[in-house]
């Protein structure tokens, strides 16, 4: 049994529905209705994942999500009622990892939520437990990150585009290559949802990030700090 997921949901009916979607397809779940609850369940308990509603009492989502970074690179998919481009790039920038806009299909949420856990388990296929180039390195089976053999922490989703990166070190990537690896269907937003992820993990990686080069109108390759 994985670790439970939180709902942070304000609206009782749609936390009941996605309760019952979730434990349904056998998860356990936690439930919060405003912002200081959630923070509290969240310093309280192990989880796997959170869902994360933007208009919240008490506290609203973008200061929840800012003050669980702090501490946690546990994955977060933010759920809002408005569809603003700047407020999904702004939910990307404070480290959520997918972004739903209301109303969704609960099957859809559900898949994406899957995803994000499965990309977490422990994987059977025989994979190298450490990647290392550049000054990088990537532990594996803890998901670990060191640069210059400082750890560093990155969200879910800065995690699995660098990992994705250095896997095929020399090649370059597209865009929607990233977005399929990364998220798992075909699109979630324009070039600036990709951008934002990947400003975010080179502001982390510091004078590494020069690692990643950016191909103009293509997309991204890593290479070793020349």
């Known amino acids: 049994m994985t670790d439970p997921i939180l709902i942070i949901e304000d ?4 936390r009941e529905i996605l309760k019952d979607y979730f434990m349904n397809a056998g998860y356990s779940v936690l439930e919060a209705r405003d912002g200081e609850e959630a923070l509290e369940i969240f ?3 192990e989880l796997s994942l959170i869902i994360l509603d933007i208009m919240l009492p008490k506290l609203d989502g973008w200061t929840i999500c800012r003050r669980i970074r702090k501490t946690s690179n546990i994955p977060i998919i933010m759920l809002t009622a408005r569809a603003d481009e700047d407020d999904t790039l702004l939910g990307f920038e404070l480290g ?3 972004y739903v806009t209301k109303p969704y299909n609960p099957l859809v949420l559900l898949a994406r939520a899957k995803r994000l856990l499965r ?3 422990p994987k059977n296929d025989v994979v190298e437990d450490l990647l290392e180039s550049g000054g990088i390195q990537i532990h594996t089976p803890s998901r670990s990150v060191k640069v210059n053999k400082k750890e560093i922490a990155l969200t ?3 995690y699995e585009i660098l990992l994705y990166l250095m896997e ?4 370059v990537l597209t865009r929607d290559q990233l977005i399929t690896k990364v998220w798992g269907y075909e699109h ?3 070039d600036r949802t990709i951008n934002s992820h990947m400003r975010n993990l080179r502001s982390k990686l510091g004078d590494h990030s020069t690692c990643i080069k950016t191909i103009v109108r293509t997309g991204y390759k890593f290479e070793d700090i020349q």
Do not use: S, V
């Not at 609206?11 to 749609?14: A, G, S, T």
């Not at 095929?168 to 090649?171: C, R």
């Open 119 to 121: 990309q977490r388990e």
């Open 96 to 98: 959520a990892d997918d």
């Open 43 to 45: 310093q309280e308990n």
């Open 168 to 171: 095929n070190k020399g090649i």
């Open 156 to 158: 879910h989703t800065e």
């Open 188 to 190: 979630i937003g324009d």
């Open 11 to 14: 609206e009782d009916i749609l």
